[in-house]
């Protein structure tokens, strides 16, 4: 079994949290791609936007970014602080109750997301 620590682990939780905030996305693109194997003709059925709605939907995607990358930076810090404490020896059990907390809230907020 390989044994991760430090910068390692924290490098493959960022890499889980990455996967799993653009997994759907990636599924959607791979479905569409199977279905244009099988008829080359097929396109994503589109509903046509007002201008106002393209407008409402730029401003909705750039929140959107903006949201989800602070997601990810705020749980990466949290995160690192997290296993930074807890691999650190001699810190007592009840002073690493917190980075346990701290990354079971994290972990627990992307698997619900």
């Keep these: 079994m390989i044994q991760l620590e430090g910068f390692d682990l924290l490098i493959s939780a960022i890499l889980g949290l990455v996967f799993t905030t653009f997994g759907p996305m990636v599924k959607q693109a791979y479905e569409d791609y199977k279905q244009r194997q099988i008829d080359p003709t097929y396109k994503r059925p589109q509903i046509p936007a007002s201008p106002k709605a393209k407008r409402a939907k730029t401003k909705a995607s750039k ?25 650190l020896p001699g810190i007592d059990a009840k002073d690493k109750q917190w980075a346990y907390a701290s990354a079971g809230t994290i972990l627990g907020f992307w698997l619900k997301h």
């Design 63 to 87: 929140l959107f970014w903006v949201k989800t990358t602070m997601q990810i930076i705020v749980s990466a810090v949290i995160l690192y602080a997290s296993i930074h404490i807890i691999m």
